[in-house]
């Protein structure tokens, strides 16, 4: 199947690509159906893009990427309601403010989007740990 989006050109995907977000995403929980491809111009990014509505694409990066030590626990109901039985089962991604200049791009790690590879359901979810912040720049380096 092809998505052909507004800002990231036409997508291909198959059936089982498509990752069901059951609560939505805060800003979008009208929309349930997303899919992840790599952003074709950096292989650091991807884009989480709903297949409801072409202009809404999100630009996500791997914490690992960003924060060498970046961890949180998945509480048992949560990994119960993503039926997440290891490690193994999860990707996970968080979101990306872009800006013109590079100094001024950032992640919110304070809020990573949990996916379980294998079921493709996921969720947003936002972390008690105080000391990730919301808008960590991206080309800062270690946290």
Known sequence: MELNTKYHGVLSYEEEDIIIFEKGIPGFEHLKKFILVPAEENNLFYILHSIEDLNIGIVVVSPFNVVK????????DKASELNVKSQNDIIVVNTVHLNSKLENITVNLKAPIVINKNENIGEQLILDRVDYPIKYPLFKGEF
């Open 69 to 76: 030590n970046y961890e949180f626990d998945l509480n048992d």
